[in-house]
Nanobody
Framework: QVHLVESGGGSVQSGGSLRLSCAAS????????MGWFRQAPGKEREGVAI????????YYSDSVKGLFTISQDNAKPTVSLQINNLKTEGTAMYYC???????????????????????WGQGTQVTVTS
């Protein structure tokens, strides 16, 4: 069985950067996408960055475009999220997930209903202080 373990979270001042990692262990499943999601206190979980495992195509939510970069290292295998210029609204638990998605237009890739049946990590906390 595959397990996802996130790391790299912590406390950072506004304007700072962090690099989150998601390590997959166990036998590879049939997932074709991996993504990073975040959930702030009192808010719903939202997708921020997604990568297509085979092609390496990347997708970002409008709120993080130009600030976050998702990448993968298939040899390990690991999916990372580089977060730059963090603001206090970026304080959240960040989760890694993998799933097998049908063919979807890019704007629908972030719909949480498609990811609920996938595999999720336990999350890593990111706290941004002013």
């Amino acid at each position: 069985q595959v397990h996802l373990v996130e790391s790299g979270g912590g406390s950072v001042q506004s304007g700072g950067s962090l690099r989150l990692s998601c390590a997959a262990s166990g036998n590879r499943d049939n997932s074709n996408f991996m993504g990073w999601f975040r959930q702030a206190p009192g808010k719903e979980r939202e997708g921020v960055a997604i990568i297509q495992i085979i092609k390496g195509s990347t997708y970002y939510s409008d709120s993080v475009k130009g600030l976050f970069t998702i990448s993968q290292d298939n040899a390990k295998p690991t999916v990372s999220l580089q977060i730059n210029n963090l603001k206090t609204e970026g304080t959240a638990m960040y989760y890694c997930a993998s799933v097998r998605l049908p063919v979807l237009p890019p704007e629908r890739l972030f719909e949480l209903e498609y990811w609920r049946g996938g595999l999720w990590g336990q999350g890593t906390q990111v706290t941004v202080t002013s």
